[in-house]
């Protein structure tokens, strides 16, 4: 090592990476712990895994930098962006597993591995989060994406999952080798995978590299628009929501979306932010074609599960408004509403996970009628939920949409503000069918013994948490502003 590379500061600055370190240490004591425990204390498997997540938030907050801070020559960054996705992250990866605790036993699941994926998942999500360097980035992705491909097919004895499985995993080996033959392209124009340094090259290229650069671009962001679930590149979402077990539905639907905004952000603003003018005309095709299929499509889905996969594209296609803006206040609302969709849909099968029992996955549309009478404390949790994924006040799904709306027009694409509010108002109709079915009509036979007895044999934790979780949605829509001002502060810094 010469002279200049031993003075290199803070090139192995661990306190960069110790919530990673953190986590990874807990992940191998709950593997050992696991395997020690009978079948009937998993109970313990399931607090150690909960406990893993704490530990892990407890250093992100108490550790957290007033400026950023990088390892590793770079390929690694801790800043307040990070800090915050990775507490929501956890926040998101805790509420699925507290939720999912009762339903994993009847269905075969209630066993070591689903804790470990769920882990190791989240460790990838963590990665990817603060990568600075196209390798790191492709390292966190496959984490996290091999993870959650062993989760769909977790349920051994299922047809469904196993095909959801199978078809998750060819479409994704498919845009991570997208992803990868960008990253090569650029790789090709810089000499470096450091995202500071590709971005000094396309500043610096002439017309032909900078061509070059483009389509580089265009492969890397269908590579990233796949994880995001955006049209076109959605076709694995619908199928994969379905046929997964619930309990991993609610995993795949929220946290992986927080970890996906922060390639979208990483790659396009810190390495590709020259090239803006072209990334925002092609984000700008993705949100409307997502804002579209997703709402258009959703009102004819008969299952609840895969209604709310479409409805998961059309937010997608929302968030995306708030990147291609290229403000400050556009990547701020675009972070509000990625947080706050993680929320909602976490509660949203979080619910349909409470409503279930073995024999009765309570995933058709059917299934919800007359629960206003039954069991009308769930029936006001849904409300809430759908409440908010429509965006009606007071609920904060109505503040985060109006956010996105106001960086667009922020921009004079008013045009595009319009579209995105009749999207809005299409995508209203079948949120408000699910409410009319809870309320308006009557319970088929037998479901008031079913509904009754799914509620009430549920674990008190699980529907605790589930209260908090729907009245923080009226909350942060009463109060959006510490949220909206800590969003801000992340890229004013």
Not at 210 to 226: K, S
Not at 341 to 361: D, N, Q
Request: overall charge neutral; hydrophobic content about 60%.
């Amino acid at each position: 090592m010469n002279s200049e590379a031993a003075s290199t500061p803070m090139l192995f600055n661990l306190s960069v990476v110790m919530p990673e370190i953190v986590l990874l240490g807990a992940i191998c004591a709950v593997l050992i712990l696991d395997l020690f425990l009978p079948k009937q204390q998993r109970i313990w498997t399931h607090i150690a895994s909960l406990v893993a997540l704490f530990l892990t938030a407890a250093w992100v907050w108490s550790g957290a930098p007033e400026q950023a801070q990088s390892a590793f020559n770079g390929s690694f960054v801790r800043d307040p962006l990070s800090d915050l996705l990775k507490l929501f992250v956890l926040l998101s990866v805790g509420l699925g597993l507290v939720y999912a605790r009762a339903s994993l036993a009847p269905r075969g699941m209630y066993r070591g591995e689903f804790y470990l994926l769920a882990l190791f998942g989240t460790l990838g999500m963590l990665v990817l989060i603060s990568a600075h360097n196209l390798l790191t980035l492709y390292l966190g992705l496959e984490l996290m994406s091999l993870s959650m491909y062993a989760l769909v097919a977790l349920q051994r004895d299922s047809a469904r999952a196993s095909e959801a499985a199978m078809k998750y995993f060819v479409l994704g080996a498919l845009a991570s080798g997208f992803f990868l033959y960008g990253a090569s392209m650029l790789y090709g124009l810089s000499g470096s995978l450091q995202l500071s340094e590709v971005s000094a090259a396309v500043v610096a290229a002439q017309q032909g590299d900078r061509l070059f650069a483009v389509f580089g671009l265009v492969f890397v962001l269908v590579g990233m628009a796949f994880k995001l679930g955006a049209v076109p590149f959605h076709m694995w979402v619908p199928d994969v929501y379905q046929g997964s077990p619930t309990a991993v539905t609610l995993y795949l639907s929220s946290a992986p979306k927080l970890a996906a905004f922060a390639l979208i952000l990483r790659v396009l603003t810190e390495g590709l932010g020259s090239l803006h003018v072209d990334w925002q005309q092609m984000l700008m095709v993705l949100a409307v074609l997502s804002m579209g299929l997703g709402n258009l499509v959703a009102i004819a889905q008969t299952n609840l599960k895969r209604m709310l996969a479409y409805s998961g594209i059309s937010h997608a296609g929302f968030l995306l408004l708030g990147l291609l803006s290229g403000t400050q206040e556009g990547y701020a609302s675009a972070l509000f509403y990625v947080v706050v969709y993680a929320l909602t849909s976490a509660a949203a099968f979080g619910l349909i996970l409470i409503y279930s029992r073995a024999g009765f996955e309570a995933e058709n549309l059917d299934d919800w009628k007359g629960l206003g009478k039954q069991s009308p404390l769930l029936a006001l949790m849904m409300l809430i939920v759908m409440f908010s994924m429509a965006g009606v006040p007071p609920t904060v799904g109505f503040y985060a949409k109006l956010s996105v709306l106001q960086a667009v027009i922020g921009i004079d694409l008013v045009g595009l503000a319009i579209i995105a509010v009749v999207f809005a108002v299409i995508g209203a109709f079948y949120y408000l069918r699910v409410i009319k079915f809870m309320f308006f009509d009557p319970p088929d036979e037998g479901a008031v013994e079913l509904a009754a007895e799914a509620v009430l044999a549920k674990a008190p934790d699980a529907t605790a948490l589930m209260s908090l979780n729907t009245l923080a949605l009226i909350a942060l829509g009463l109060m959006p502003g510490p949220l909206m001002a800590w969003c801000l502060a992340v890229f004013a810094t």
